[in-house]
């Protein structure tokens, strides 16, 4: 039973924004494709354990979702019209071997890539840039409301919010869920990159859960950036946000030591750094440098920094500082500011780098995050103060979700306690 259970567990991390951005075109609402995909989850719950994981376990939820839409909707006078094609469907998904392909090859797009084309779809222009993201994330990236919580640094009641307002807006504008023309292509680009980053964040630093990193988002991040650089291929941001993830990537492996417990970069054996990641990164860099700077591709600059220093002692931290002072002024953020007073903080001293932490203390949205007390940890320890760096990692240690995370940093508590 637990690895049946496992198996649909993995199945619905691959193939739930895939069912409900389908159910979405044909029903009209996400609220409603969310709720089929549920009961299909449900129905496989059920069944699987009994009769055995089917062949293709996504057309299975896709048609088994598709046939309590039709159950669902019978009597509803203004679903009753798309019947036809909910079963129609149905019946050509119990022998595909894709359970997209019938609804995706009608589809008159550029956009050659199942989920990438529904992505484009659910950022749609009507909503705000937070809500847009937030939604598709919500939706089709596979990501919980906790986790999306944490990248936009609110509280997850107040992102389940704004995801159910966005799905109301959808509704009572009733716009349809269609694929956007090429035209409009561009007009929604800033949000999708926005959710293929976020994306690739949690796969890279997981909100919660046992897993350190979650490397399938990152790998399906990672994809969905590249596609792009050949829709959008003069855009400088499209460059830039792979760049970043083809060097954030290729430390991934090395963010685990052997025996699976988490390294941070300054203990990272950096010979285990992907050296062909590194190199697509940097030509990414190169491409996006020369069509634009924009905060991507600042982003991408900062991890370039870091591959090309043989230690942390090495890293050229006065040019990252630097470029950290353009990404503020670009796109402000609380987390940049962090970052920043981290980096100016390895470029001039431990107590410069306390000082601005201080300030950066005062910023409410920080007030849960816990990598700001383990910054300031970090430079507590530097200047000896021992005492204060283990309650603070401590404290790091008890705001975090993350199990491999939390015991992370009560190892530095520890550590720091003890002196060494």
């Given at each position: 039973?637990?690895?049946?259970e496992a198996a649909?567990?993995?199945?619905?991390?691959?193939e739930?924004?895939?069912?409900?951005?389908?159910?979405?075109?044909?029903?009209g609402?996400f609220?409603t494709?969310e709720?089929?995909a549920q009961?299909?989850?449900e129905a496989?719950?059920?069944?699987?354990?009994?009769d055995?994981?089917?062949?293709?376990?996504?057309?299975?939820l896709?048609?088994?979702a598709?046939?309590?839409?039709?159950?669902?909707?019978r009597?509803?006078?203004v679903?009753?019209?798309k019947?036809?094609?909910l079963?129609a469907?149905?019946?050509?998904?119990?022998?595909m071997?894709?359970?997209?392909?019938?609804?995706?090859?009608?589809?008159?797009t550029?956009?050659?890539d199942?989920l990438?084309r529904?992505?484009?779809t659910?950022?749609h222009?009507?909503l705000?840039?937070?809500?847009?993201?937030?939604l598709?994330?919500?939706t089709?990236?596979?990501l919980?409301t906790?986790?999306?919580?944490r990248?936009?640094?609110?509280?997850?009641?107040?992102?389940?919010?704004?995801i159910?307002?966005?799905k109301?807006t959808l509704t009572?504008?009733?716009?349809?869920?269609?694929?956007p023309?090429v035209a409009?292509?561009p007009?929604r680009l800033s949000a999708?990159?926005?959710v293929?980053?976020?994306?690739?964040t949690?796969?890279f630093s997981?909100?919660s859960?046992?897993d350190?990193?979650?490397?399938e988002?990152?790998?399906e991040?990672?994809?969905?950036g590249?596609?792009l650089?050949?829709?959008?291929?003069?855009q400088a941001?499209?460059h830039g946000?792979?760049?970043?993830?083809?060097l954030q990537?290729?430390?991934?492996t090395?963010?685990?030591?052997?025996?699976g417990?988490?390294?941070?970069?300054?203990?990272?054996?950096?010979?285990r750094?992907?050296?062909?990641?590194?190199r697509?990164?940097l030509?990414?860099l190169?491409?996006a440098e020369?069509l634009?700077v924009?905060p991507?591709?600042?982003?991408?600059a900062?991890?370039a920094?870091h591959?090309?220093?043989a230690s942390?002692?090495d890293?050229?931290?006065?040019?990252i500082?630097?470029l950290?002072?353009?990404?503020?002024?670009l796109?402000?953020s609380p987390?940049?500011?962090?970052n920043h007073?981290?980096?100016?903080?390895?470029?001039?001293g431990?107590d410069?780098?306390?000082?601005?932490?201080?300030?950066?203390?005062?910023e409410?949205l920080?007030?849960?995050?816990?990598?700001?007390p383990?910054?300031?940890a970090?430079f507590?320890?530097?200047?000896?103060?021992?005492?204060?760096a283990?309650s603070?990692f401590?404290?790091?240690?008890?705001?975090?979700?993350n199990?491999?995370?939390r015991?992370l940093f009560l190892r530095?508590a520890?550590?720091a306690?003890?002196?060494?």
């Amino acid at each position: 039973m637990p690895a049946t259970e496992a198996a649909v567990e993995a199945v619905w991390r691959i193939e739930s924004g895939r069912l409900v951005g389908a159910l979405a075109r044909v029903v009209g609402d996400f609220s409603t494709a969310e709720d089929l995909a549920q009961d299909a989850l449900e129905a496989a719950l059920r069944q699987w354990p009994r009769d055995g994981i089917p062949p293709n376990p996504g057309a299975w939820l896709m048609t088994s979702a598709r046939h309590m839409a039709v159950d669902r909707h019978r009597h509803d006078a203004v679903l009753r019209r798309k019947l036809p094609l909910l079963a129609a469907e149905a019946r050509l998904d119990e022998g595909m071997e894709d359970p997209m392909t019938s609804v995706d090859d009608a589809l008159d797009t550029s956009v050659h890539d199942d989920l990438l084309r529904l992505i484009f779809t659910a950022c749609h222009p009507v909503l705000t840039m937070d809500s847009r993201v937030a939604l598709t994330l919500r939706t089709l990236g596979g990501l919980q409301t906790r986790e999306i919580a944490r990248a936009f640094l609110v509280s997850e009641s107040a992102m389940g919010q704004r995801i159910s307002r966005a799905k109301k807006t959808l509704t009572q504008q009733r716009i349809p869920f269609q694929v956007p023309s090429v035209a409009e292509l561009p007009h929604r680009l800033s949000a999708v990159l926005a959710v293929i980053y976020l994306i690739f964040t949690e796969g890279f630093s997981a909100t919660s859960g046992d897993d350190w990193t979650r490397p399938e988002l990152c790998q399906e991040a990672l994809r969905l950036g590249r596609l792009l650089t050949s829709l959008q291929p003069d855009q400088a941001e499209v460059h830039g946000l792979v760049a970043l993830m083809e060097l954030q990537s290729a430390r991934l492996t090395a963010r685990t030591a052997r025996d699976g417990s988490p390294v941070l970069l300054a203990d990272q054996e950096r010979g285990r750094w992907d050296r062909l990641l590194i190199r697509r990164g940097l030509a990414a860099l190169d491409r996006a440098e020369e069509l634009g700077v924009g905060p991507y591709t600042l982003q991408a600059a900062i991890a370039a920094c870091h591959v090309r220093a043989a230690s942390v002692d090495d890293t050229d931290w006065t040019r990252i500082a630097a470029l950290y002072t353009v990404l503020a002024y670009l796109a402000p953020s609380p987390i940049v500011t962090l970052n920043h007073a981290i980096a100016i903080g390895m470029a001039e001293g431990p107590d410069r780098g306390l000082a601005l932490l201080d300030d950066v203390a005062r910023e409410p949205l920080l007030a849960d995050y816990p990598q700001l007390p383990a910054a300031r940890a970090t430079f507590l320890r530097r200047l000896g103060r021992t005492t204060e760096a283990s309650s603070e990692f401590e404290r790091a240690a008890a705001l975090t979700a993350n199990a491999d995370t939390r015991t992370l940093f009560l190892r530095q508590a520890e550590d720091a306690r003890q002196g060494t």
